[in-house]
């Protein structure tokens, strides 16, 4: 595996690859790479002649200095383990590199970015929608790889790609959890022991949500869960929605939706956690 750090090298292996009829893969990543990162990543070296992984803190996507300083930063152990899942190319590039001037473009979702995350954080989807542009002309990948873990985002780069016409296939996979029900996370390592002992309490709280779709209103399934979280001091819930799997709007009622999508963001002590279920109607 090749390490490259300045875009006008990656350019260069791109353009050479995509002469020679290569299929690229690309996996973005901000690094700290766990399994739900490397089943991505394996996805692709399967499906693709070629890996291509950026691990890339974006500055423009933090809309709290603290959480972009304190974000886990483990480059040498990514490096080894991407070696392990058939990766081609690791594309690491300072901030400079991807922004050798001030960002000031402006993207629009509307509807799509006005709730959780984009409401929660705010710039929050204009950073993420900059460095993916960013990154996919650099890259240009046949197939760029995503995972639901992030159900917003990949909402708001499906529109992205729309949008602007990149000729690429989105390819998303499900959360990869720990055995307790955690979603995998970055930001888990900055748990304290006991904190990683509370954290489940979000997936916990998803699967009675869950549980109860059928059998009680949205707004007394939303106030349990608020009450249930309420019960850990360490635990300050930021919001819990019920929406429409597709538009991602939330829901005052399931009945004609098939699958809608419950969606959770807290705090457990500093580090603030996302999570989320998506649900079959039919089937439960
Ligand atoms: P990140 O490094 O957090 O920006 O994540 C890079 C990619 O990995 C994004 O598409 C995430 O949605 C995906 N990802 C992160 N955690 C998980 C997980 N637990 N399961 C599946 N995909 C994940």
């Known amino acids: 595996m090749e390490v490259i750090e300045q875009v006008s090298a ?31 990543l394996r996805a692709s070296a399967r499906e693709n002649d070629i890996t291509i992984c950026s691990v890339f803190v974006n500055p423009t996507q933090f809309n709290n200095a603290s959480d972009y300083k304190l974000y886990p930063r483990t480059l040498e152990q990514d490096t080894r383990l991407l070696q392990t899942v058939g990766c081609d190319y690791l594309f690491a590039p300072s901030a400079e590199e991807i922004y050798p001037q001030q960002s000031v473009l402006q993207f629009s979702f509307g509807a799509l970015e006005a709730v959780m995350e984009g409401e929660h954080r705010p710039g929050h989807f204009n950073g993420v929608a900059t460095v993916v542009s960013k990154l996919f002309h650099i890259v240009q990948p046949h197939r760029a790889y995503f995972g639901q873990k992030d159900l917003q985002q990949v909402a708001i780069v499906r529109q992205l790609v729309q949008g602007l016409s990149f000729d690429l296939e989105l390819v998303c996979f499900p959360t990869v959890r720990e055995a307790d029900g955690l979603a995998m996370s970055s930001r888990n390592k900055r748990l304290s022991e006991a904190q990683r002992q509370l954290a489940p309490q979000l997936y916990l709280a998803l699967q009675t949500a869950a549980a109860n779709l059928h059998q009680k209103p949205i707004n007394a399934i939303k106030s349990e869960v608020a009450q249930q979280l309420q019960q850990e001091e360490e635990i300050k819930l930021e919001y819990f929605e019920i929406v429409d799997s597709l538009t991602l709007q939330p829901l005052q009622d399931v009945s004609g939706h098939d699958e809608v999508a419950l969606c959770i963001a807290a705090f457990v002590g500093e580090v603030r956690l996302i999570d989320n279920l998506l649900v079959n109607l039919k089937e439960i």
């Open 10 to 40: 990656l350019r260069a292996i791109v353009a050479a690859l995509r002469c020679g009829g290569k299929r690229i893969g690309f996996v973005p990543t901000m690094g700290a790479l766990h399994e739900g990162h490397l089943q991505l």
